[in-house]
């Protein structure tokens, strides 16, 4: 009851406080500007309405005269143009210091700092964010490139282009606009300005009345908007009016011919009493700040007298003048002007009061010091980077899918190759498109000759699909946009005979390029040519993302604004920084420098690291060349021999398929599959136990052993040479003898089980597994994973005998084996009885990168579903990745390793894994794990074993489960 009364007591308090304070800002504004006025004389007053253009990329004289002339003329405001974001904010810094009253700074920053600055990457522009459905994505970007600019000491964004590009043919506006839709265009400027606006910058809107329906550039020449007001008042105007009623702040004026609105011959919008004071300030209730655009174009110059030119902009209503020709000139041109008596002192200090209470309001009364500490990291932040990732993913818009080929699926069934027209070399959306599927690359100049085309279609002719895209794009429809005639032409005779996906990476209007455009089975247009726009469309055609935009401007006659197929189906992994997933950046870097550290200490050459968390590789690095004292880096995509990890990735997964499908019972004997071991002491081996590694099998037989004498190999059972007698390669110039892998099975099956059922670690049973697949598929066991796993999801390098489809330099090397094959082993398997079973075995042999790894844990982790298909059924991984014998205090599940059942106990993961995590390591320091409780796959990959396996720094280090417990810390959400 007390506390009751108590708080009774003091909401009104709190409501009387929260009154005042909203009472007291604007009279502390009133009172900070009438202050500042009092001390202008009224020269400064006039100078306070002044913008003048700056540079930070210039030499100390160009710094020295700017200084000079914003502190001896006392100048509102500069905008800055070309440099970096370090030396902008010391030019900001030694302006600010140098001037009596705090200058506005103000940046032309559309899709952010990066328009301007170096160091800086871009946000999207406008008619990216224009295809966007999701307008919360605009708000975030506008938020952030407030942060940013505000953190370089910027005060006024001239942002948002609010024009309607209805002219496809516009050389000035056209990509800066949100597009051809009024109420898109509308609704957008209005929450990129929103977002700026709450975080207390100034948007400022423009170019009012409207710039999109010119087929001129105000830049060069005056442009002539001869529409009738009712159009104009209904359309160009309606942006611009929907933002005044929510409370923008800022608007500049274009220079513009619209005899509509002002009928006197040679007006200017800029310069026009009935556009600005008239429209806009008395019809439309603009209250904010007006702003002429650049008054050093030639729309204006060419067309005023620049003794007069400033003097009517101020008379026609603008409060700031921006980029004066001449900044002395025109404060003199105005002095002489009021003293004439053709504008008065009272208007210029009535306006040089508003733009000190706007001063006051973007907190310019106060300390304007920049800071320089970490700028460039704060301004490049991991959420400025996943704001823009976002905006641009969500642009990306499917014009056509006449096959419903997007996303890809059942790759198996395709040979794919990419076409990159208008760069030679391997681009971002290249590279990615090979993180799906193997995918062979072809690129051309933008404009190939006749003997090129012909060539590329000869080169094309083993391929079903052909992936294409046109790069070193232009957003001017004057240079088509950057698309060669020839390179359309090419790609239009491919459409006629081959499944064609075209990927535009610039303007929807390029499409009208195009003549065999309703031929291709797919058609994405992306809209920017960058790097990430690139990876991304590469991410969305084989639905790494969804696909969600909509044209915001009229393609081609078939494809009007509005148009867009959705795709929201995710059916593979994306690629992402950290944060997308809920993980930290800057912790993940403590696995840069374990790894680091490893390779310092001979612990491994090279490593491999991949992290996927809730679906998206946040995560992949490599490390440290394939040997020491090298100085050629490790690549991704390079092979590492997994060694044990087949176990999991080969023969345990054709368990559960053909657990699945019925064909084979985990819980009965091993003998009823396959035949052989009916007359022996494993008769009665069953599946599960086997895989749980509890089935009384030996742990090892050191079968090289039995093809030596002394010292030597057993010169009746090995070659040098591949022929009908000598078929398994061992190493290089060796070659076993046909029949011998038969022995070595015949060998496990006599040898004797041990006395007790416990968990004993054991390869035999996974090599009888291996056997038995064979028997049950009528196929080997390697082309049976390749064609039920490896092929339909996407994996490039992952198999057994990765010489047969690799180059020596793309394999990591493991031992110099000095006793068995007495040479280095680089591109045959390193475990020796995997060696002597031709390579291919149920425990050993497979090679792959530490992606292709990760991809199949996703797969378990998604229950068994990847790319469309469903591989496994989910009740039948939930089985197999428990634990199998509890009661035997068995930690293990069947095929895979699982974390200590006691914690505290040795365990194979790190302390953080959750009870349901699961996975496996290999002798050549491999290791994957999965987590469905954390929606997470860690996969790490190296050779320990080069070039002594004997060296176990990996394991004493604890390098594999340090790595995998920073990734869980690592995790924020």
């Known amino acids: 009851m007390l506390r009751k009364i108590k708080y ?33 004389t009224p020269d400064e007053r006039i100078a306070q309405l002044l913008m003048i253009r700056a540079y930070s990329n210039r030499d100390e004289k160009y710094y020295n005269e700017l200084t000079a002339l914003v502190s001896e003329k006392n100048i509102g405001g500069v905008c800055f143009f070309q440099g970096g974001p370090v030396r902008q904010a010391i030019v900001t810094n ?183 004071s008239g429209l806009l300030r008395e019809k439309m209730g603009f209250t904010g700040m007006v702003i002429t655009d650049g008054m050093d174009m030639k729309g204006l110059t060419d067309f005023v007298n620049p003794a007069l030119a400033e003097v009517m902009a101020l008379d026609a209503g603008n409060d700031i003048l921006l980029l004066p020709v001449d900044a002395r000139m025109a404060l003199a041109n105005i002095r002489k002007a009021i003293d004439s008596g053709l504008i008065s002192q009272q208007m210029i200090d009535e306006k040089c009061r508003r733009v000190l209470q706007w001063k006051f309001e973007s907190g310019l009364a106060g300390n304007n010091r920049i800071h320089l500490d970490n700028l460039s990291g704060d301004l490049n932040s991991s959420f400025a980077r996943l704001t823009t990732a976002g905006a641009n993913a969500a642009a990306i818009t499917l014009v056509s899918d006449r096959d419903g080929m997007i996303p890809l699926r059942s790759l198996d069934t395709f040979r794919i190759a990419s076409l990159v027209i208008g760069d030679l070399s391997l681009t971002p959306f290249q590279s990615r498109l090979s993180d799906y599927a193997p995918v062979d690359h072809f690129n051309l100049s933008k404009d190939p000759s006749v003997q090129e085309r012909d060539s590329i279609m000869q080169l094309l002719e083993p391929y079903n699909l052909v992936v294409t895209g046109f790069v070193q794009t232009s957003d001017l429809p004057q240079k088509n946009f950057g698309i060669g005639r020839q390179g359309a032409w090419l790609i239009d005779s491919l459409a006629a005979c081959k499944k064609i ?47 969600t935009g909509k044209l915001p401007v009229a393609a081609t006659a078939m494809w009007p604004a509005g148009s867009g197929l959705l795709q929201p189906e995710i059916t593979r992994v994306a690629f992402s920084q950290p944060e997308a997933a809920g993980v930290s950046s800057d912790k993940l870097r403590e696995i840069d420098s374990i790894v680091a550290e490893s390779i310092r200490d001979n612990a491994f050459p090279g490593a491999q690291v991949v992290i996927i968390r809730k679906g998206r590789v946040i995560y992949r690095k490599a490390f440290g060349s394939q040997v020491y004292d090298s100085d050629i880096p490790l690549r991704n995509d390079d092979l590492y021999d997994l060694a044990s990890l087949t176990k999991i990735l080969a023969t345990t997964l054709t368990t559960m398929k053909l657990t699945g499908d019925g064909l084979l019972d985990p819980d009965r004997r091993l003998s009823r599959y396959y035949p052989e071991l009916r007359h022996s002491d494993k008769n009665q081996l069953i599946i599960r136990e086997i895989l749980a590694h509890q089935a009384k099998l030996q742990p090892f037989i050191p079968f090289w052993k039995s093809v030596m004498e002394q010292d030597s190999l057993k010169s009746e059972l090995f070659g040098r040479h591949f022929s009908i007698e000598y078929t398994h390669r061992v190493a290089d110039a060796l070659y076993l003898r046909d029949d011998y892998p038969a022995v070595i099975v015949d060998s496990i099956i006599r040898s004797p089980l041990l006395p007790k059922t416990e968990f004993k670690y054991s390869d035999l049973g996974f090599i009888l597994l291996g056997k038995a697949f064979e028997e049950i598929t009528q196929q080997p066991f390697s082309s049976y994973v390749q064609r039920q796993f490896y092929r339909k999801l996407g994996l490039r390098t992952m198999g057994f005998h990765p010489r047969n489809r690799f180059s020596i330099s793309r394999i990591a090397p493991t031992e110099l084996d000095m006793v068995f094959r007495k040479q280095l082993i680089h591109g045959d398997v390193h475990d020796q009885t995997a060696a002597l079973l031709g390579g291919v ?49 068995n930690r293990r599940g069947a095929g895979f390793d699982k974390p200590a059942l006691i914690k505290g106990d040795p365990s194979p993961a ?64």
């Not at 909401?11 to 009438?34: G, H, N």
């Not at 040519?529 to 991304?536: F, H, R, S």
Request: glycine content about 6%.
């Open 501 to 547: 996906i075209l990927n535009i990476f610039t303007s929807p209007y390029s499409l009208a390029t195009f003549n065999q455009i309703e031929k291709m089975a797919s058609v994405l247009i992306a809209y920017q040519d960058n790097a990430m726009m690139q990876e991304l469309t590469a991410q969305a055609i084989f639905g790494g993302s969804a696909i």
């Open 841 to 889: 075995a149920g425990h050993a042999g497979l090679f792959s990168d530490a992606l292709d790894v990760a991809i199949i844990m996703q797969m378990l982790l998604r229950n068994g579903y990847y790319g469309g298909d469903t591989l496994l059924e989910a009740e039948v991984i939930r089985d197999f990745t428990g634990v199998q014998f509890v009661i035997d205090k």
């Open 8 to 40: 009774t007591l003091l909401l009104p308090a709190l409501v009387f406080l929260v009154s005042m304070q909203a009472l007291a800002q604007p009279r502390m504004k009133e009172q900070w500007a009438d202050s500042v006025m009092n001390s202008l």
């Open 94 to 276: 030694r302006l600010q210091r140098a001037v009596k009253t705090p200058l506005f700074v103000a940046l032309d920053a559309e899709w952010g700092p990066g328009m301007r600055l170096d160091s800086v990457f871009n946000f999207p522009k406008q008619m990216t964010l224009g295809a966007i459905t999701d307008n919360s994505l605009i708000y975030d970007m506008g938020t952030e490139i407030a942060r940013q600019l505000q953190r370089l000491g910027v005060h006024i964004n001239f942002a948002p282009v609010a024009d309607i590009n209805n002219n496809p043919l516009n050389p000035v506006i056209n990509a800066r606009s949100f597009g051809e839709e009024r109420m898109n265009v509308a609704e957008k400027s209005y929450w990129y300005m929103k977002g700026m606006q709450d975080q207390g910058l100034i948007a400022v809107a423009k170019h009012f009345p409207g710039h999109g329906d010119t087929g001129n550039d105000s830049h060069y020449t005056l442009p002539v908007i001869d529409k009738p007001r009712s159009v104009i008042d209904t359309l160009e105007l309606f942006p611009f009016s929907y933002l005044i009623d929510r409370g923008l702040k800022g608007m500049m004026i274009a220079h513009l011919r619209v005899p509509s609105i002002d009928t006197a011959a040679g007006s200017i919008s800029s310069l026009s009493k009935p556009v600005i």
């Open 910 to 973: 790190c302390a953080s894994a959750s009870p349901r995590s699961f996975g496996h390591s290999g002798f050549t320091g491999t290791y994957a794990w999965a987590d469905p409780d954390q929606d997470l796959v860690y996969v790490f990959l190296s050779n320990r074993v080069f070039p002594d396996a004997g060296n176990n720094k990996i394991s004493r280090l604890n390098i594999r489960t340090r790595i995998h417990e920073v990734i869980y810390q690592a995790i924020t959400d």
